[in-house]
């Protein structure tokens, strides 16, 4: 079973408007989120991440939304650029993992900001 | 500072054979992963250690084998490679859970 969803394979905006990304997990013992970015032939890197005694983090353009209620997190991008074109991935982590620092990712979500 | 590397980049395999994906990283992280990105279903976790001399397995660890001998190094194992087995294989290490470093990949065609 899919612990988390990311429901939108691709996603199409336009350069300066807002890009927003949505994630949905069933886990509840999950207590912190990540979003990672990925360009093709390249590995994931690092952008955001949400512990779950909060329901917002910002860096820059990149905004975190969390709904604990709803177990569903945003990834808000303000303005988008082409750069920052790319695979978002959803991830997840649990403080009852006795297996470490142990990530479950979605299926990612294509987007494309068009000039 | 290379960050995380895997040897090799690609790689064609007959039904069968066996070889042996190397990840290294000189940030002296205790945790080491080993994932595979197939079309659609994202990021599955292979196996991981969560240091020197122990591995565990993940998600989908049905015909990989790993070892990690050395800190700074983890290795993944394909004994007899199935067509099922072709995909892109990234390896990570971490410190905290906070975020794990990624490597660039190993596409891995078997026919």
């Known amino acids: 079973d899919q612990q988390v969803k990311q429901n939108s394979p691709s996603l199409s905006v336009q350069e300066g408007r807002i890009s927003i990304l949505n994630c949905d997990y069933t886990?509840?013992?999950?207590?912190?989120f990540l979003w990672y970015k990925k360009y093709p032939a390249e590995g994931p890197t690092f952008l955001i991440s949400?512990?779950?005694?909060?329901d917002k983090n910002e860096d820059g353009r990149f905004t975190v939304f969390l709904n604990k209620s709803a177990k569903h997190l945003s990834l808000h991008i303000v303005p988008s650029q082409p750069g920052d074109s790319a695979v978002y991935f959803c991830?997840?982590?649990?403080?009852?993992?006795?297996?470490?620092?142990?990530?479950?990712f979605g299926e990612g979500t294509q987007l494309t900001v068009n000039p | 500072n290379a960050g995380v590397t895997q040897t090799p980049k690609f790689r064609v395999l007959k039904t069968g054979q066996s070889m042996t994906l190397l990840c290294a990283q000189d940030?002296?992280?205790?945790?080491m992963y080993w994932y595979r990105q197939d079309p659609g279903m994202g990021l599955r976790l292979i196996h991981y250690?969560?240091?020197?001399?122990?591995?565990a397995k993940g998600e989908v660890p049905d015909g990989y084998n790993v070892s990690r001998l050395k800190k700074q190094n983890f290795l993944l194992g394909l004994e007899s490679a199935a067509p099922s087995q072709t995909s892109v294989y990234f390896c990570?290490?971490?410190?905290?859970?906070?975020?794990?470093?990624f490597g660039p990949g190993t596409r891995l065609t078997v026919l």
């Open positions: 990570a290490s971490s410190r905290t859970r906070r975020s794990q470093y």
């Open positions: 886990n509840s013992m999950f207590d912190y």
């Open positions: 949400i512990s779950s005694i909060k």
């Open positions: 991830a997840a982590s649990g403080e009852g993992e006795t297996s470490g620092s142990r990530l479950t």
């Open positions: 940030m002296n992280h205790e945790y």
């Open positions: 250690s969560v240091g020197e001399g122990t591995t």
